[in-house]
């Protein structure tokens, strides 16, 4: 069955830096589409960045210039790298791939704050 593990998450200062991970199984990670996505207490889930199989990028506007996602296609792992950090940045993160319908882990919390 499709399981993501996310690790990383942290609490960090603003302008800090943090990498996220997310461990992949049960599926043929190399030829999937992969996300982040994050989750504000009281605001609605939203796409942070993306990644295809082919290593094609895209990401939300807020996060332009600050976080980049990878992928270790050995490693069935899919990185978020993200740096100056800023207090609205805090969230619980979670990857996600569509497999005949959409998979989540159980996400890892980010906390920016001095």
């Known amino acids: 069955q499709v399981q993501l593990v996310e690790s990383g998450g942290g609490l960090v200062q603003p302008g800090g830096s943090l990498r996220l991970s997310c461990a992949a199984s049960?599926?043929?990670?190399?030829?999937?589409?992969m996300s982040w996505y994050r989750q504000a207490p009281g605001k609605e889930r939203e796409l942070v960045a993306g990644i295809t199989s082919g290593g094609l990028t895209n990401y939300a506007d807020s996060v332009k210039g600050r976080f980049t996602i990878s992928r270790d296609n050995a490693k069935n792992t899919v990185y978020l790298q993200m740096t100056s950090l800023k207090p609205e940045d805090t969230a619980l993160y979670c990857c996600s791939v569509f497999r005949l319908r959409r998979y989540w882990g159980q996400g890892t919390q980010v906390t920016v704050s001095s």
């Open positions: 049960g599926f043929t990670f190399s030829s999937f589409h």
